[in-house]
């Protein structure tokens, strides 16, 4: 179905939009020789464990530009040298890693993966409150780490690129859960992957000159509707 760009779209009917084009794109491990390396900032207390993260990041691809034995030197690395993500742990001198990460969410400088030895729920719910994009549970390898800092970098760069959309507060919120919702669809009836679905929104509301929550409305109208 083809749009009449003159049109102007409106929330109560969301235009239909081309599923079709909804495929898996190729999947690389690391970033290719191409593109500038992601930057990244490591902050753990213990020496061996910080050697540790930094190689497997730069043998990942990444440039590890920053090191910090506490929470107050990450903060300061992260306002300073603004990374891709920065790779935390959770109990730390000075400052922990929890209210390290808040300070860094608040300033909208980088997403934060934090390195944790426990796993409660209580300690989880406040990382999360904290604006951490994920955590690893101690110890790891760099099959744990890895996946966690890229859905890290990738839930960051979803959040930024819906927080610049949508300027007021209830409306985020509300567009964020149907985003949220429409990326759920996309994963579990066209098979992409949680980055692919939401960079398909994103291309989609981008291609058509509507906003991503009309995407994502258009999506759970279609795709949604078709499977109740």
């Known amino acids: 179905m083809t749009k009449d760009d003159s049109t102007e779209p409106t929330q109560d009917a969301p235009q239909a939009v081309d599923l079709s084009a909804a495929e898996p794109a190729p999947r690389a491990a690391v970033p290719s020789a191409g593109r500038p390396a992601r930057r990244a900032v490591v902050a753990e207390d213990e020496a061996l464990i910080r050697m540790d993260v930094v190689e497997t990041l730069t043998e990942a691809g990444f440039e590890v530009v920053g090191e910090a034995g506490d929470g107050e030197r990450a903060v300061e690395l992260a306002t300073e040298l603004k990374p891709d993500v920065v790779v935390m742990d959770v109990k730390m001198p000075v400052l922990d890693g929890i209210s390290a990460a808040e300070r860094i969410g608040k ?122």
Do not use: C, N
């Not at 997403?111 to 944790?116: E, R, S």
């Not at 919702?181 to 939401?198: D, N, Q």
């Open 107 to 228: 300033a909208h400088l980088a997403p934060v993966v934090l390195l944790t030895a426990f796993s409660q729920t209580e300690l989880v719910e406040r990382a999360r409150d904290a604006g951490a994009m994920a955590y690893v549970v101690k110890p790891f390898s760099p099959a744990d780490l890895l996946p966690a800092v890229e859905i890290a970098i990738s839930r960051y760069a979803q959040i930024t690129a819906l927080e610049s959309e949508v300027a007021d507060l209830a409306e985020r919120f509300e567009t964020r859960k149907r985003v949220d919702r429409a990326k759920g669809l996309l994963m579990t009836k066209m098979g992409l992957s949680e980055p692919e679905s939401f960079r398909w929104i994103q291309k989609t509301s981008m291609d058509r000159r509507l906003t991503m929550r009309e995407v994502a409305d258009a999506v759970i109208e279609q795709v949604g509707g078709a499977a109740s």
